[in-house]
C-alpha cells in the first residue's frame, strides 16, 4: 500500500504509519506547530485541515471549530493538506 501524502502548502512528506501522532511527523520534519499537553485537551496544537481526512485515537476535548483538527492526537486516515499558520 501507497503511503499516505501530507501537504503542508509547499512540503510534502509522506506518513509511514510509524509514528504514534501527526504532531510527530511534522516535528521529525522541522515545521512549525505550537503544542503544549499534546493529547488533546489545551487546543495550542490546532491547525486547519484543507483536505483530506484525519482520524483520533479518542475524541478530544479541546474545542475546535470547523476544518480545524489537532495534529496531537490524530493521525491521517487519507492524503491530507494542512495550512500551517494559527487561526486566529
Ligand atoms: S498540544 Fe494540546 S491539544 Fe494538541
Same mark, same amino acid.
Given at each position: 500500500?501507497?503511503?499516505?501524502? #501530507?501537504?503542508?502548502?509547499?512540503?510534502?512528506?509522506?506518513?509511514?504509519?510509524?509514528?504514534?501522532?501527526?504532531?510527530?511527523?511534522?516535528?521529525?520534519? @522541522?515545521?512549525?506547530?505550537?503544542?503544549?499537553?499534546?493529547?488533546?485537551?489545551?487546543?495550542? @496544537? $490546532?491547525?486547519?485541515?484543507?483536505?483530506?481526512? #484525519? $482520524?483520533?485515537?479518542?475524541?478530544?476535548?479541546? @474545542?475546535?471549530?470547523?476544518?480545524?483538527?489537532?495534529?496531537?492526537? @490524530? #493521525?491521517?486516515?487519507?492524503?491530507?493538506?494542512?495550512?500551517?499558520?494559527?487561526?486566529?
Amino acid at each position: 500500500m501507497a503511503d499516505l501524502i #501530507v501537504s503542508t502548502g509547499s512540503t510534502q512528506l509522506a506518513w509511514q504509519g510509524r509514528l504514534a501522532t501527526l504532531l510527530e511527523l511534522l516535528e521529525d520534519n @522541522c515545521l512549525p506547530v505550537e503544542y503544549q499537553c499534546r493529547s488533546g485537551f489545551c487546543g495550542a @496544537c $490546532r491547525v486547519r485541515l484543507l483536505a483530506g481526512r #484525519v $482520524r483520533y485515537r479518542q475524541p478530544p476535548l479541546a @474545542c475546535l471549530s470547523k476544518g480545524e483538527i489537532l495534529p496531537c492526537c @490524530c #493521525v491521517p486516515e487519507s492524503d491530507i493538506t494542512l495550512a500551517l499558520e494559527h487561526p486566529p
